[in-house]
């Protein structure tokens, strides 16, 4: 499986950006896709999660996203995406996707030890 993000930017506060996640076809061998983040200093952290089987249409953000992110799949493009509206300066850092055989409805979804594929990230960065 391989991975590979895109859409990342330098905008302004308020600003929305969509990220792409570009999969091979055997991305649906994993069960969970996510989005997570890195700042300079800062743990990777979950921000959004879900299911590669478009059936099970849950899905899962973060606190500090919920609102103005939303994580979708396009299953015909293997794509899968990160709408971020409303974006602020603590929004800035290194995104990356990430695949993995967890269990997407359990409460390990944004943890990123539980992902064994990862892109290579690409950098939002948000300033006033």
């Known amino acids: 499986v391989m991975l590979t993000e895109s859409g990342g930017g330098s905008v302004e506060v308020g600003s929305s950006l969509r990220l792409a996640c570009s999969a091979s076809?055997?991305?649906?061998?994993?069960?969970?896709i996510g989005w997570f983040r890195q700042s300079p200093g800062k743990k990777r952290e979950g921000v959004a999660a879900?299911?590669?089987?478009?059936?099970?249409?849950?899905?899962y953000l973060a606190d500090s996203v919920k609102g103005r992110f939303s994580i979708s799949l396009d299953k015909a493009k293997s794509t899968m995406y990160l709408q971020m509206d409303s974006l602020t300066i603590e929004d800035t850092g290194t995104y990356y996707c990430?695949?993995?055989?967890?269990?997407?409805?359990?409460?390990?979804?944004?943890?990123?030890?539980?992902?064994?594929?990862w892109g290579q990230g690409t950098q939002v960065t948000v300033s006033s």
């Open positions: 879900r299911y590669t089987e478009p059936f099970f249409g849950e899905t």
């Open positions: 990430a695949a993995g055989a967890l269990q997407c409805g359990g409460t390990y979804h944004l943890d990123p030890v539980e992902y064994d594929v």
């Open positions: 076809a055997e991305i649906y061998k994993e069960n969970c």
